[in-house]
């Protein structure tokens, strides 16, 4: 039962475009989301998160979007760069244990 | 560097074998959780403490368990290991502050890579 899910395994953008990644959630008790991105031979690192009270969070060149009615959120990067190559997650916590449910991740390649 | 420290990086075992895997988390973090990475799965849950406790257990199997000890450093043992065993074991740390609803960001350490033959 997979309750985060990310439909599309790999993305491929052009330098200096847009990257769009999308994750989709099944639990509605999930109250926080996050994305991680992660590089080859490292573990994974905190990008940027969203409480479900927010639909829009913002930190420089990465957006991140909430739209619960839908069970919804993507990652926007803007403008996208070589060095954010990597595998992001999509992660979501609910209750009081804080243990994160993964998807399976996307793989972003930017071409320069 | 995300100040969480995993040893061994990697290992290379037998079926049948048994293993420990360490997780120091970072200074100041009371909570430990582990994660499995697998080809198919992604990243999976598996336990979690707390100051020594143990707070939460996700998809772990009856053959794995963990402990976190008083100065918080973690082991993961991976006991009756199947070829199916060989994944990425991480540990991340948070600093978790009981009751206040705050969610604390988990640091990730660079992963122990389990083989086994």
């Known amino acids: 039962d997979q309750q985060v899910k990310q439909n599309s395994p790999s993305l491929s953008v052009q330098e200096g475009r847009i990257s769009i990644l999308n994750c989709d959630y099944t639990?509605?008790?999930?109250?926080?989301f996050l994305w991680y991105k992660k590089y080859p031979a490292e573990g994974p690192t905190f990008l940027i998160s969203i409480s479900s009270i927010k639909d829009k969070n913002e930190d420089g060149r990465f957006t991140v979007f909430l739209n619960k009615s839908a069970k919804h959120l993507s990652l926007h990067i803007v403008p996208s760069q070589p060095g954010d190559s990597a595998v992001y997650f999509c992660a979501a916590s609910g209750g009081s244990n804080y243990k994160l449910t993964f998807g399976k991740g996307t793989l972003l390649t930017v071409n320069p | 560097d995300s100040g969480v420290t995993q040893t061994p990086k990697h290992l290379i075992t037998a079926t049948g074998q048994r293993v420990t895997l360490r997780c120091s988390p970072r200074?100041?973090?009371?909570?430990v959780y582990w994660y499995q990475q697998s080809l198919d799965q992604g990243l999976q849950f598996l336990i979690q403490?707390?100051?020594?406790?143990?707070?939460a257990k996700g998809n772990i199997l009856e053959r794995f368990s963990a402990q976190q000890f008083p100065d918080l450093h973690s082991e993961l043992n991976l006991s009756s290991l199947e070829l199916g065993d060989s994944a990425l074991y991480f540990c991340?740390?948070?600093?978790?502050?009981?009751?206040?609803?705050?969610?604390?960001?988990?640091?990730f350490g660079p992963g122990t890579r389990l083989t086994v033959l």
């Open positions: 639990n509605s008790m999930f109250d926080y």
């Open positions: 991340a740390s948070s600093h978790r502050l009981v009751g206040t609803g705050t969610y604390n960001e988990q640091f």
């Open positions: 403490y707390y100051n020594g406790e143990e707070r």
């Open positions: 200074s100041g973090d009371l909570s």
